[in-house]
């Protein structure tokens, strides 16, 4: 058993702990502290979930008895929060984004790596069943040659959360790119592979409280075999929630559609539509970092992926504030 601390008790603070209380005793993680800044907002929850808690991350790192840290916390504040587990020989366990620049994300894996310590990023939707199963489908030929890739998610944020990050441009630049968008970028990148030139837009109707706007991208992307593909997204922040990624190819296409529906498609044939069995990705995504962390298999997604995620991000942002195509940087 793993244990480890939640550091940031927000709502998706809170599903970490609810996903390994819902594990029960086949949870390789278990969550004893907790920080937040916030005491008196959580010390309720904290007692119930039978956490100790404090309102900062030294407390955490100061004890033997925490191998991990998981942190839930505002994305300017992730470098030197993994750096400083990196420190304190700490497994840490990252929300997305990972970083908002390349610079501070390759600084991050560097300080894991020369401390020898297992750092995971919460990139939830590859644990989803519909784009495993889409990456099978990928990998195995079965479209042929991919030739485009489409994305889209919305999630209605702007309606129903109001202030913290999501409207902050500094914390949140690039409109609902870093809220949602980045699940999309990050998808190209678990699907396709690393994206080598963007052009982006944002258009805004109502600016932040309740923004209605949208942003939007064209990327070229470079598969794993050298050759270019490409890649079109869009985020909506005030339209119900929707996700779709569709994967087109020389033999046919597929696309995923939410979590669990799957949809195939092939010349001279109606889409066969497949609903596979759910399962919770948070709980999934937890629990391979835990066996990282016991030495038992790497951490599912690699630091290759990592570092073109957050590099394509970065790049997306600049291509937005600049009005023109941007090459992306490579690690």
């Not at 502290?33 to 907002?41: F, K, N, V």
């Not at 990624?245 to 889409?271: I, Q, T």
Request: a neutral charge; one cysteine or more.
């Amino acid at each position: 058993m793993i244990t480890a601390a939640i550091a940031g008790l927000g709502r998706w603070g809170r599903g970490h702990v609810q996903a390994m209380r819902e594990a029960g005793s086949e949870a390789p993680l278990r969550f004893v502290r907790a920080i937040d800044p916030a005491l008196d907002a959580h010390r309720d929850y904290a007692r119930e979930q039978g956490l100790a808690l404090g309102a900062d991350l030294s407390e955490v790192l100061s004890d033997p008895a925490v191998r991990a840290v998981v942190l839930a916390t505002p994305h300017s504040l992730h470098r030197a929060q993994v750096e400083a587990c990196a420190r304190a020989g700490k497994a840490v366990f990252c929300e997305k984004p990972l970083a908002l620049t390349l610079a501070d994300a390759q600084a991050m894996i560097s300080a894991c790596n020369a401390a020898g310590v297992v750092l995971g990023v919460g990139h939830l939707r590859r644990f989803w069943p519909s784009m495993q199963r889409l990456r099978e489908w990928v990998d195995a030929g079965e479209l042929g040659e991919v030739l485009h890739v489409e994305g889209h998610f919305s999630n209605e944020h702007s309606n129903n959360v109001r202030g913290g990050w999501r409207e902050s441009p500094a914390e949140s630049p690039g409109a609902g790119l870093t809220g949602a968008g980045l699940h999309i970028v990050d998808a190209f990148t678990f699907l396709i592979g690393r994206a080598t030139r963007v052009t982006a837009q944002v258009v805004e109707r109502k600016p932040p409280p309740a923004p209605l706007d949208t942003v939007s991208a064209l990327y070229v992307l470079e598969d794993r075999a050298g050759r270019s593909v490409s890649g079109m997204f869009a985020s909506v922040r005030a339209s119900p929630l929707y996700w779709r990624v569709h994967v087109f190819g020389s033999r046919g296409s597929a696309e995923a559609l939410g979590e669990c529906e799957v949809v195939r498609h092939a010349s001279g044939k109606s889409p066969a539509h497949e609903r596979l069995p759910p399962r919770s990705a948070m709980r999934t995504q937890l629990e391979a970092f835990a066996l990282a962390v016991r030495g038992e298999r790497a951490f599912p997604i690699p630091q290759s992926d990592l570092l073109a995620t957050v590099a394509s991000f970065e790049a997306t942002v600049r291509a937005i504030d600049a009005g023109c195509p941007v090459e992306i940087v490579q690690a």
